[in-house]
């Protein structure tokens, strides 16, 4: 049985919507086209499980879905209604939103990819529901640094909560790098990080902290097709910013 814990640390076993190479063509032919939770789902359970639960780790956009649809049916309410009574009203996130149109509101920088060569196209106007759940929320650095300050200063969830999230398991992507509930773990030159990382199209955002959230660091690109030089400047320009 797959648990919300297994949702939470990737270890369910859920194949990853975003995997599906009909889905992924469909969402590139028609960026704005809206997309309701179910429809993602489905398209997920139309797979094979990748593991039994508990059995493995493996990144699940679809994880977050479900984990979305659970929020709506135990409280009643819009994930929406749940993030903004929660987070952004509490902690004075007056930049972060999590909007339901195509079109970002107020100044912002327009993102960019590079589908099959270049040049790089404008994809800013995307329809948020097809990240709904796991990425559709538009913000800032300085309310991500807010954000993680709260969460990881106890100010957001009951006390032991934070340390809950903290209990990780082991991810392919090195020793150093582990998940938690909702949070991953690193190292940098100076020591273990908090955060996590993420991108839609045509943005990428990666966040670290140390562990009680006193010294932070955001980065925000513009791109979600990073060339690897530019990959490695970025991970150079986090150690500085972070470590010096």
Not at 131 to 159: K, M, N, P
Not at 199 to 204: K, L, W
Not at 214 to 232: H, P
Request: glycine share 10%.
């Amino acid at each position: 049985m797959i648990t919300i814990r297994h949702l939470m640390i990737h270890t369910g076993g859920v194949f990853d919507f975003y995997s599906d190479q009909n889905f992924f063509k469909q969402f590139v032919r028609n960026r704005t086209r809206t997309w309701t939770p179910q429809e993602r789902v489905a398209v997920a359970t139309g797979h094979k499980p990748l593991v039994a639960p508990g059995a493995g780790w493996s990144y699940s956009n679809t994880g977050y879905v479900l984990l979305g649809l659970i929020v709506e049916k135990v409280t009643g309410h819009s994930l929406v209604q749940e993030l903004r009574g929660r987070i952004f009203s509490p902690l004075g996130l007056r930049a972060t939103s999590a909007p339901t149109t195509p079109q970002i509101e107020g100044r912002h920088a327009r993102g960019y990819v590079i589908f099959d060569k270049p040049p790089a196209e404008d994809v800013t106007a995307v329809s948020p529901s097809v990240a709904w759940a796991h990425g559709d929320i538009v913000s800032t650095a300085a309310d991500v640094v807010a954000f993680y300050r709260a969460l990881l200063g106890g100010r957001l969830l009951r006390a032991d909560l934070p340390r809950t999230m903290e209990t990780t398991v082991a991810t392919p992507y090195g020793k150093d790098q582990k998940y938690g509930l909702g949070l991953m773990t690193g190292r940098l030159s100076c020591g273990t990080v908090w955060g996590h990382d993420g991108d839609f199209a045509g943005y990428q955002t990666t966040t670290w902290n140390s562990r009680d959230g006193r010294r932070q660091v955001v980065i925000m690109v513009n791109s979600s097709s990073l060339s690897q030089t530019a990959k490695k400047q970025v991970n150079r320009l986090i150690e500085s910013a972070y470590c010096r």
